[in-house]
DNA sequence: TTCCTGTTTAGAATTATTCTAAATCCATGT
DNA sequence: ACATGGATTTAGAATAATTCTAAACAGGAA
């Protein structure tokens, strides 16, 4: 089970399985999500999505957005005070923002991380989110990532 | 040494350590903050200042927040889309955020946690921060802290 | 005192996001 | 095919947090 979001098909299989329209808006903002994977911001999905649908409006994507986010199918990352990144990818990792060029690059896991992160809190705290974000500078091109 | 800071005494000095004058806003921005730790927002915090200096304004607010986090004596805690909060806990420890309450948690964390998770950036990344936080429900009063 | 730089102030500006109300779409029942 | 109703989209207004701007102010060095 690869738990990155893959296609299309299966966005138009987790969107009727939760009641919801697979309609050609929200197909076009996950594309765009998946085709590039450098964190967009709602404004830069606006943009590359215009270009293949240029009558959207911004309010959509932003509703697209966080009907994807609700299946399940993107994960949204807040880093400090900026604005909001989406993420296809749905592993268990982190971010890291680099303060030089302003990219977040996904930093894989080892499997059980999340969970010992968990454990370290104290009885009566159930999370069910964990964020974990670094910050500083990567080198110019750290492992091809971007 | 306490990584917390204690009082407006340590303000005076680290503020004129940095070379910047040790101004009544700033001492009383500061004091607020170590009087109720309870993870204020800079309006929680203007709200309280105005209280003991009617004539202060948000913007003064906002900047003696930057200086206070510039010069270390505050820490900055950002959570999802919402305004930034302001802490003196400066011990290495994550946050738990109530999603019911709104409430954010200090979780004091063991020693090497974030020395350990630091090791789990690959080569090429250098991280001057680690943030780690936590989302969910917490029990009514999980262990006294606010 | 005078000058200089750092600081504060009020209000305007910016930015990300959400809201609103009207238009449109689409599946369904007739 | 056709009307109905709920979901969706749209444009633009509204909101909220924060930053910017320009003018006033304050305090220490010359």
Known sequence: ?????????????Q???????????????????????????????????????????LATVYNCLETLVHCGLVRQVNLERAPTRYCPNLHEHAHFHDDTTGQVHDIELPADTIKELRKLLPIGFDANTVELAFRGRAASDPHGSN
């Open 15 to 57: 969107l009727t399985d939760s009641g919801l329209r697979p309609t050609p808006q929200r197909e076009v903002v996950f594309k765009v999500i998946l085709e590039k994977r450098d964190h967009p911001t709602a404004d830069e999905i606006y943009v590359r999505v215009k270009s293949q649908m240029p009558t959207i409006s």
């Open 1 to 13: 089970m690869n738990s990155t979001a893959k296609s299309c098909a299966a966005l138009a299989k």
